[in-house]
């Protein structure tokens, strides 16, 4: 979210001077990433403590929140503090979570944000979420495997959807056409994760549900329970 929203911030700013008489008029929206900065803070010093307390503060510009009682000369500045300690912010919880946590959240925010979108018809196969991922994929320019790794394990071999070797990383896609179908994926995935961990340390599980899993928190827990492990349910 960090990271998004300092994007967001820093091409509002690249906005050309010239498409205005007034050049700071194109900078009235930067109440909204001030406020996302002001809202992310409470979490990144929740969970890393008294030096994130030292490092970030909220932004308090006062009544110049409002852009109607703000010299609307001030506006770029505004918005140009509220890039930079978003920038700051992401670059920070980057250090703390490492880079490798931090690239495999960005993959499972663009699942989250992209998948359903991609798909205009309810899926027949899995392989049909399996080719709209890999658009994703590729349209990102993300380095991954598709199908090309085999993993042994006991009396059978496991062939993961997706492998980011970089990110020391497996991907498997599910796909819940009905109610039963939905205990029958769990069973799968608890029969994939030690398999794939054999090889990789990070396993991400995606499900892509047709309309059966009605408790989202209660399915994803207890597969989640186990380290490194990562459940997305992406609702029709």
């Known amino acids: 979210m960090a990271k998004a929203a300092a994007r967001g911030a820093e091409r509002a700013c690249e906005i050309p001077s010239g498409q205005t008489e007034l050049p700071w008029m194109v900078c009235g929206g930067y109440p909204a990433y001030i406020n996302e900065y002001n809202l992310l803070v409470p979490f990144v010093i929740k ?3 008294e030096e994130a307390e ?10 110049a929140i409002n852009p109607a009682d703000a010299v609307g000369a001030m506006w770029r500045t505004y918005l140009e503090l509220a890039s930079a300690r978003l920038n700051a912010l992401t670059a920070y919880i980057q250090t703390k979570v490492g880079r490798t946590d931090f690239q495999i959240q960005s993959i499972i925010d663009l699942i989250n944000t992209n998948l359903r979108p ?4 309810d899926p027949e ?10 658009t994703l994929f590729r349209v ?5 495997r598709r199908e090309k790794i085999t993993i042994p394990y006991s ?3 496991f062939v993961p959807d997706f492998t980011f070797e970089s990110l020391d990383l497996a991907l498997e896609v599910k796909l819940c056409k009905s109610a039963e179908n939905e205990k029958t994926i769990i069973d799968d995935i608890n029969a994939d994760i030690p398999a794939f961990q054999t090889k990789y340390k990070n396993v991400v599980f995606v499900v892509y549900d047709i309309g059966h899993i009605r408790d ?7 597969i989640e329970s186990n380290p490194d492990i990562y459940v997305q349910v992406i609702k029709r």
């Open 47 to 49: 969970h890393f403590g």
């Open 54 to 63: 030292r490092l970030f503060q909220p932004i308090d510009i006062g009544k």
């Open 118 to 121: 991609t798909i205009f018809e």
């Open 125 to 134: 196969k899995e392989r049909d979420v399996q080719n709209a991922l890999e």
């Open 140 to 144: 990102r320019g993300i380095d991954y």
């Open 155 to 157: 009396s059978k071999t």
């Open 216 to 222: 989202v928190s209660l399915f994803k827990s207890g």
